[in-house]
């Protein structure tokens, strides 16, 4: 709304701009807006779990109380959404799958070379395996010092942004992350998850503005 839009809005923008930090065709928001298909997941802890599969030595499950006991990581990024809002200087916290591969949770084989995540009702979203392996890749399960509220994703969900000063790493748009998601798929080829299909593009790189494939 235009009354909304105000000074301060406005004066962060031109700050991000400035620093090359707004891609093209963005606008900043202050807010967090709420984007999925389908309704939000009940979350039981008693049920859920969380399962790596696919193209790796040996699949693992870790029920609610295990995946918590995980290494944690903290990073803070730039999350760009196809629908054309930036929020910057988002902090998520939870488990780096760069992480727990580097320190022998699951070892993947040779022959993965992409990444589906599934979540909840049978969404997926599809990734290159080296994207899920960077620094701006994390399953989330806290966002800005808060668990991620349940139409964010509660209890997890996948997140892939922009970090400052990390320009060599790939930067999808934000649909590349699943909310309540449960599993990674180990993949020895390219597949499209659900909005890959209904038409957006495979890749989404937020800098070359693939929004639509
Ligand atoms: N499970 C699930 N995750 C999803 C989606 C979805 O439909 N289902 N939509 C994606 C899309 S299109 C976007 S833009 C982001 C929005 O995340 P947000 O609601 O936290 O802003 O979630 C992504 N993750
Ligand atoms: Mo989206």
């Known amino acids: 709304m235009f009354q909304f839009d105000g000074q301060d809005r406005r004066r962060q923008e031109d700050q991000m701009r400035a620093e090359g930090r707004l891609p093209p065709g963005q606008a900043l928001t202050q807010k967090f807006p709420v984007l999925h ?6 979350f039981n802890p008693a049920t859920w779990d969380f399962r790596v599969w696919g193209e790796v030595e040996e699949e693992k499950r870790w029920d609610w109380n295990e995946f918590n006991q995980l290494p944690r990581t903290k990073i803070e990024m730039d999350i760009h959404c196809v629908t054309r809002w930036s929020k910057f200087n988002t902090v998520w916290e939870g488990v780096s799958v760069k992480a727990l591969i ?4 699951f ?3 040779s022959t993965a070379t992409h990444v589906m995540q599934h979540a909840e009702y049978g969404f997926t979203v599809n990734l290159p395996l080296e994207v899920v392996l960077q620094d701006t890749f994390l399953l989330a399960t806290h966002l800005n010092g808060e668990a991620l509220t349940p139409e964010h994703g509660y209890p997890l969900r996948g997140v892939v942004g922009f970090m400052a000063g990390r320009e ?5 748009y934000f649909w590349k992350g699943a909310k309540w998601v449960r599993a990674l798929e180990f993949m020895s080829q390219d597949k499209r998850g659900f909005w890959e299909q209904a038409g957006y593009h495979n ?4 800098w070359r503005e693939e929004r639509f494939g």
Request: aromatic share 10%.
């Open 168 to 172: 060599d790493l790939e930067t999808p």
């Open 37 to 42: 298909y389908g309704p939000v997941p009940a």
């Open 203 to 206: 890749r989404g790189d937020v």
């Open 107 to 109: 070892k993947i084989k």
């Open 102 to 105: 580097e320190n022998g949770f």
